[in-house]
């Protein structure tokens, strides 16, 4: 079941980094979020899981969509739509993947065993939530609400006085 | 009177306020400038004559020292003594300056610089009389230094006349020579008495306990140090009263008015060396041979080379020398007295004979060549008759002229003299010659026809020579008459100058004369005197000159002779070519290496400065510049390179990261796995 | 191989391909999307350390992945409407053409 998860999850970022059609992209991205969210309800982290299905692609995927249809994205693009020295950054993420696989194989710092599920009870991550990490959340409050604000002055269309 | 002693530095001191005075005054204020000096000169006359009274009656020494200048712990004293050496020359310098003064009035009346003449006329009186009264070594020498610079500004005093601004030069550098030993001998003087004073209360450097420390030490030549400082002292002296090495500027100083030649060149300040001789007398004992040797030879050098001059103050100027030769010669075999009485007739009649011939050459249009003079005898009888005493004086012509009685004891004393009868034979020929070219003057200007030049006489009052005005003919007389009076102050009869001098008493003692050695120098000087008037007469009275372009006498008899005499034995013409030339030659060889030498190196090094700069502008425009500026274009142009980093495009602002990303994590973990 | 190790190699491989969509793809939207891949795989690795990792009662590895999904919606959100706001401005999305930032 795990493995599956993560093949629907890398296939989905793949598809989301390869094709041509923005809007297929896009639903990529939802497939591989939901994967995402598969693999943390495996994990036992399901609160987790079910706000990433919420937030991610509930809201940041139908966001992208909404954006990639303002920004006339929805048609095929008939240029290029990988840029001239992208073997350049292709080998940038390969090195990086490289060195963060050695780092993981040859670390000798991991746990190898599989210690019993924890329990990750909802009420107690609202407890912690409001207590040990309130400051964080309140934070977190401000900064959506700045971003909202922000966004929406951003994308506003500018007045001009006639 | 004793208090003439505590004022007798009003003396000197008001003729020098006329002459400051005098300075200051404008050229047209000749009656003012000379009613001044003769004024003052008169007041110094009448308070040298109470000086005078003061020192015969009470004899003795009074001196009055004060505090100069402080060197230190010890004090430069200067002071002022009233002795019979100084009451002497203080009556003898204000009378005849009185009179020479009364003279230049009429002699100056033409002359436009007058006032400035008097000016210098009254300092010099101020600095002679200085120096007479001076008890301090010091003062005098200050003393002597004026009386050499107002001689200096008179010789001169006609200064367009380029012979007479080389005479004065002359003057001043040939006294200088003398001067630089003088001033040598004071401060060796100095060093070894500690005092220049001359009279202290005892401690003074011509008082026993001065003079103790002089003799004792040697020096490195054998000498000891008072012969030494003696010796250094007679140079001055040398110089100053014209004896042989030096005499060269003496003769030329006839450039100068006849009053001055009168006053200055023939009583009082030539006399000035044989004064100091006599004032530091018990220094230059040891050295007194020198002084008597140097006497003599100048005395007979001077009078052959008088012999066969033509101008009218020459032959004055060095018979002059010549009778300073004698004093000299006095001074060193016979002491203080003898040589100081033939000083005093001297002043006299030589005065008179200057002033005769001043009158003279006022008389006949500024004649001066006795060739071209003549018969005057009939055109100014005054003048000649006065001549006549004063040449007979300066002759010794026997018994009744002073210079007679003056001039015996010098010759008896070197008769007596133990150490050699050298000076007496050569004072004997001086003697002789004196005679003679005094009656050959004589008969050349007074006796024959008047040769005068035509040119000479006014064109408009074409008439014959001219007797003087009494304003000149009067002091004439006057020492006439005192050149025949004076003798008989100092006969061996009644010796009383020598008596006065020497502060004992005397009486009228006619053994005086009729001791046997006495009467027979006596009987010998006046042989010697008559032959040298009969040699002159028989020369030059029997058949006088024609014409001025004939030649002499003594010319036609020994021509070779009479022209080495003639040229003053060359001797201007040695010193000229041992010294005065080699120092231009110097002069101009130190005027070639300022010129090349010097300034070339100081060109050299401008081109030096030169040079580098332009190498130093050369490197900072090539070398500096070039490479800073070519610096800057690489730095720009990398610069320019690296901005393409920066090229706004995401995507490679990202890889980047990525690849520092995985760098920084490579470096991390190698550095924790190290040991 | 446990599967810690399994997760972490999915997670490093979900990094690098976002990583590389990022990189190479022209246009923002899906270098946006790369970004999120990349968040997303963080998040991963810090689940999968929540739960085999020591002290996983303190929930530590929950909580800040709840923070860093609220983080990144709303980086999502800025970053689309710049997006936007640089479409009406430029009428591209190309980000090869969006270089007026170049020195």
Same mark, same amino acid.
């Not at chain 2, 304003?471 to 020598?498: C, E």
């Given at each position: 079941? #795990?493995?599956? %998860?993560?093949?629907?999850?890398?296939?989905?970022?793949?598809?989301?980094?390869?094709?041509?059609?923005?809007?297929?992209?896009?639903?990529?991205?939802?497939?591989?979020?939901?994967?995402?969210?598969?693999?943390? /309800?495996?994990?036992?982290?399901?609160?987790?899981?079910?706000? !990433?299905?919420?937030?991610? =692609?509930?809201?940041?995927?139908?966001? &992208?969509?909404?954006?990639?249809?303002?920004?006339?994205?929805?048609?095929?693009?008939?240029?290029?739509?990988?840029?001239?020295?992208?073997?350049?950054?292709?080998?940038?993420?390969?090195?990086?993947?490289?060195?963060?696989?050695?780092?993981?194989?040859?670390?000798?710092?991991?746990?190898?065993?599989?210690?019993?599920?924890?329990?990750?009870? #909802?009420?107690?991550?609202?407890?912690?939530?409001?207590?040990?990490?309130?400051?964080?959340?309140?934070?977190?409050?401000?900064?959506?609400?700045?971003?909202?604000?922000?966004?929406?002055? =951003?994308?506003?269309?500018?007045? #001009?006085?006639? | 009177?004793?208090?003439?002693?505590?004022?007798?530095?009003?003396?000197?001191?008001?003729?020098?306020?006329?002459?400051?005075?005098?300075?200051?005054?404008?050229?047209?204020?000749?009656?003012?400038?000379?009613?001044?000096?003769?004024?003052?000169?008169?007041?110094?006359?009448?308070?040298?004559?109470?000086?005078?009274?003061?020192?015969?009656?009470?004899?003795?020494?009074?001196?009055?020292?004060?505090?100069?200048?402080?060197?230190?712990?010890?004090?430069?004293?200067?002071?002022?003594?009233?002795?019979?050496?100084?009451?002497?020359?203080?009556?003898?310098?204000?009378?005849?300056?009185?009179?020479?003064?009364?003279?230049?009035?009429?002699?100056?009346?033409?002359?436009?610089?007058?006032?400035?003449?008097?000016?210098?006329?009254?300092?010099?009186?101020?600095?002679?009389?200085?120096?007479? =009264?001076?008890?301090?070594?010091?003062?005098?020498? &200050?003393?002597?230094?004026?009386?050499?610079?107002?001689?200096?500004?008179?010789?001169?005093?006609?200064?367009?006349?380029?012979?007479?601004?080389?005479?004065?030069?002359?003057?001043? &550098? #040939?006294?200088?020579?003398?001067?630089?030993?003088?001033?040598?001998?004071?401060?060796?003087?100095?060093?070894?008495?500690?005092?220049?004073?001359?009279?202290?209360?005892?401690?003074?450097?011509?008082?026993?306990?001065?003079?103790?420390?002089?003799?004792?030490?040697?020096?490195?030549?054998?000498?000891?140090?008072?012969?030494?400082?003696?010796?250094?002292?007679?140079?001055?002296?040398?110089?100053?009263?014209?004896?042989?090495?030096?005499?060269?500027?003496?003769?030329?100083?006839?450039?100068?008015?006849?009053?001055?030649?009168?006053?200055?060149?023939?009583?009082?300040?030539?006399?000035?060396?044989?004064?100091?001789?006599?004032?530091?007398?018990?220094?230059?004992?040891?050295?007194?041979?020198?002084?008597?040797?140097?006497?003599?030879?100048?005395?007979?050098?001077?009078?052959?080379?008088?012999?066969?001059?033509?101008?009218?103050?020459?032959?004055?100027?060095?018979?002059?020398?010549?009778?300073?030769?004698?004093?000299?010669?006095? /001074?060193?075999?016979?002491?203080?007295?003898?040589?100081?009485?033939? %000083?005093?007739?001297?002043?006299?009649?030589?005065?008179?004979?200057?002033?005769?011939?001043?009158?003279?050459?006022?008389?006949?249009?500024?004649?001066?060549?006795?060739?071209?003079?003549?018969?005057?005898?009939?055109?100014?009888?005054?003048?000649?008759?006065?001549?006549?005493?004063?040449?007979?004086?300066?002759?010794?012509?026997?018994?009744?002229?002073?210079?007679?009685?003056?001039?015996?004891?010098?010759?008896?004393?070197?008769?007596?003299?133990?150490?050699?009868?050298?000076?007496?034979?050569?004072?004997?020929?001086?003697?002789?010659?004196?005679?003679?070219?005094?009656?050959?003057?004589?008969?050349?200007?007074?006796?024959?026809?008047?040769?005068?030049?035509?040119?000479?006489?006014?064109?408009?009052?074409?008439?014959?020579?001219?007797?003087?005005?009494?304003?000149?003919?009067?002091?004439?007389?006057?020492?006439?008459?005192?050149?025949?009076?004076?003798?008989?102050?100092?006969?061996?009869?009644?010796?009383?100058?020598?008596?006065?001098?020497?502060?004992?008493?005397?009486?009228?003692?006619?053994?005086?004369?009729?001791?046997?050695?006495?009467?027979?120098?006596?009987?010998?000087?006046?042989?010697?005197?008559?032959?040298?008037?009969?040699?002159?007469?028989?020369?030059?009275?029997?058949?006088?000159?024609?014409?001025?372009?004939?030649?002499?006498?003594?010319?036609?008899?020994?021509?070779?002779?009479?022209?080495?005499?003639?040229?003053?034995?060359?001797?201007?013409?040695?010193?000229?070519?041992?010294?005065?030339?080699?120092?231009?030659?110097?002069?101009? /060889?130190?005027?070639?290496?300022?010129?090349?030498?010097?300034?070339?190196?100081?060109?050299?090094?401008?081109?030096?400065?030169?040079?580098?700069?332009?190498?130093?502008?050369?490197?900072?425009?090539?070398?500096?510049?070039?490479?800073?500026?070519?610096?800057?274009?690489?730095?720009?142009?990398?610069?320019? /390179?690296?901005?393409?980093? !920066?090229?706004?495009?995401?995507?490679?602002?990202?890889?980047?990261?990525?690849?520092?990303?995985?760098?920084?994590?490579?470096?991390?973990?190698?550095?924790?796995?190290?040991? | 191989?446990?599967?810690?190790?399994?997760?972490?190699?999915?997670?490093?491989?979900?990094?690098?391909?976002?990583?590389?969509?990022?990189?190479?793809?022209?246009?923002?939207?899906?270098? %946006?999307?790369?970004?999120?891949?990349?968040?997303?795989?963080?998040?991963?690795?810090? &689940?999968?350390?929540?739960?085999?990792?020591?002290?996983?009662?303190?929930?530590?590895?929950? %909580?800040?992945?709840?923070?860093?999904?609220?983080?990144?919606?709303?980086?999502?959100?800025?970053?689309?409407?710049?997006?936007?706001?640089?479409?009406?401005?430029?009428?591209?999305?190309?980000?090869?053409?969006?270089?007026?930032?170049?020195?």
């Amino acid at each position: 079941m #795990t493995t599956l %998860l993560g093949i629907v999850t890398l296939a989905g970022a793949v598809v989301a980094m390869a094709f041509r059609n923005l809007v297929h992209c896009a639903l990529a991205l939802a497939v591989a979020l939901a994967g995402l969210a598969g693999l943390y /309800l495996q994990l036992g982290a399901q609160f987790v899981g079910f706000a !990433q299905v919420l937030v991610y =692609i509930g809201a940041v995927a139908i966001v &992208i969509v909404f954006a990639i249809l303002l920004t006339r994205g929805g048609q095929t693009p008939r240029q290029r739509v990988f840029s001239a020295t992208w073997p350049l950054g292709a080998g940038v993420a390969l090195a990086v993947f490289s060195v963060l696989s050695w780092i993981i194989l040859s670390s000798r710092a991991l746990p190898l065993g599989t210690p019993p599920e924890p329990a990750a009870a #909802t009420g107690r991550i609202g407890d912690q939530l409001m207590t040990k990490y309130l400051l964080p959340l309140e934070v977190l409050g401000l900064l959506l609400t700045a971003a909202l604000i922000g966004a929406v002055i =951003i994308a506003m269309r500018e007045r #001009t006085d006639e | 009177m004793r208090w003439t002693v505590e004022y007798l530095w009003l003396i000197p001191l008001l003729p020098l306020m006329a002459a400051g005075l005098s300075a200051l005054t404008k050229r047209s204020g000749r009656a003012f400038a000379a009613s001044l000096a003769i004024g003052a000169m008169g007041l110094a006359l009448v308070l040298a004559g109470m000086a005078f009274a003061q020192a015969v009656l009470h004899p003795g020494r009074c001196s009055v020292n004060f505090p100069w200048m402080q060197m230190g712990d010890s004090w430069l004293k200067l002071g002022w003594v009233l002795d019979p050496l100084s009451a002497v020359l203080l009556l003898m310098v204000s009378f005849v300056g009185l009179l020479i003064f009364i003279y230049s009035l009429g002699y100056m009346a033409h002359d436009e610089n007058f006032t400035r003449f008097f000016c210098f006329l009254s300092l010099f009186a101020a600095a002679m009389l200085g120096l007479a =009264i001076a008890n301090s070594l010091l003062l005098l020498f &200050i003393c002597w230094e004026l009386v050499g610079l107002t001689s200096y500004l008179l010789i001169g005093f006609w200064f367009h006349k380029p012979s007479a601004a080389a005479a004065a030069r002359k003057a001043f &550098i #040939t006294t200088r020579i003398g001067d630089l030993a003088f001033l040598l001998g004071i401060v060796w003087l100095y060093a070894r008495s500690g005092t220049l004073l001359f009279y202290d209360g005892g401690n003074g450097c011509l008082e026993q306990s001065g003079l103790a420390p002089l003799a004792a030490r040697a020096t490195g030549l054998g000498l000891a140090a008072s012969t030494g400082i003696g010796l250094l002292i007679f140079c001055g002296a040398i110089g100053k009263s014209g004896q042989l090495p030096l005499h060269v500027w003496l003769p030329d100083a006839m450039e100068g008015p006849t009053p001055v030649s009168a006053l200055i060149h023939a009583a009082t300040m030539v006399a000035a060396g044989v004064f100091l001789v006599a004032r530091v007398y018990p220094i230059m004992t040891p050295c007194l041979p020198v002084v008597a040797w140097v006497g003599a030879v100048t005395a007979l050098f001077a009078a052959s080379i008088a012999i066969a001059q033509t101008d009218i103050k020459r032959i004055l100027a060095y018979s002059t020398v010549s009778q300073l030769g004698f004093m000299m010669l006095g /001074l060193g075999v016979g002491g203080v007295a003898v040589g100081m009485f033939h %000083l005093v007739t001297h002043a006299f009649f030589k005065s008179l004979l200057f002033l005769g011939a001043g009158s003279v050459i006022h008389g006949c249009r500024s004649e001066q060549d006795i060739r071209c003079l003549g018969g005057l005898r009939r055109f100014m009888p005054i003048t000649f008759a006065t001549y006549a005493v004063g040449m007979l004086a300066l002759s010794g012509f026997p018994l009744l002229f002073s210079g007679f009685w003056s001039k015996d004891p010098i010759l008896e004393a070197a008769h007596r003299w133990n150490a050699s009868q050298g000076p007496f034979y050569l004072g004997l020929c001086a003697a002789l010659l004196t005679a003679f070219y005094m009656t050959r003057q004589v008969f050349y200007v007074f006796y024959g026809r008047w040769r005068g030049h035509p040119a000479r006489q006014d064109v408009n009052r074409p008439q014959d020579p001219h007797e003087s005005p009494p304003i000149m003919t009067v002091p004439l007389m006057l020492l006439a008459l005192l050149s025949i009076l004076l003798g008989f102050i100092g006969t061996p009869a009644w010796p009383w100058f020598q008596a006065f001098l020497e502060g004992r008493p005397v009486g009228f003692d006619i053994s005086g004369i009729t001791q046997p050695q006495m009467l027979g120098l006596l009987a010998l000087s006046s042989l010697i005197v008559l032959a040298g008037m009969a040699l002159g007469y028989w020369l030059y009275g029997r058949k006088p000159l024609a014409g001025p372009g004939e030649p002499d006498a003594l010319e036609r008899f020994q021509p070779d002779l009479f022209g080495l005499l003639r040229n003053k034995y060359f001797v201007d013409e040695i010193y000229h070519w041992a010294f005065v030339s080699s120092t231009a030659r110097w002069a101009r /060889l130190c005027d070639w290496l300022d010129e090349w030498v010097c300034r070339g190196m100081v060109e050299l090094v401008g081109y030096a400065v030169v040079g580098l700069s332009w190498a130093d502008r050369f490197f900072d425009e090539y070398v500096v510049n070039l490479g800073f500026d070519r610096l800057c274009r690489r730095l720009t142009e990398g610069g320019g /390179l690296l901005s393409c980093l !920066q090229d706004g495009r995401l995507q490679h602002y990202l890889r980047i990261m990525g690849v520092a990303l995985a760098s920084l994590i490579l470096l991390l973990i190698w550095g924790c796995r190290l040991p | 191989m446990s599967s810690l190790h399994s997760y972490l190699i999915t997670s490093a491989l979900l990094f690098a391909i976002g990583l590389g969509g990022a990189l190479t793809r022209r246009n923002a939207i899906i270098v %946006l999307i790369g970004i999120e891949l990349m968040l997303n795989a963080a998040n991963l690795n810090f &689940i999968a350390f929540w739960r085999f990792g020591p002290h996983p009662e303190a929930l530590t590895g929950i %909580l800040f992945v709840l923070f860093s999904i609220g983080v990144a919606a709303a980086e999502a959100a800025v970053g689309l409407a710049l997006i936007i706001a640089a479409h009406r401005h430029c009428k591209t999305t190309d980000v090869d053409e969006l270089d007026s930032m170049k020195g």
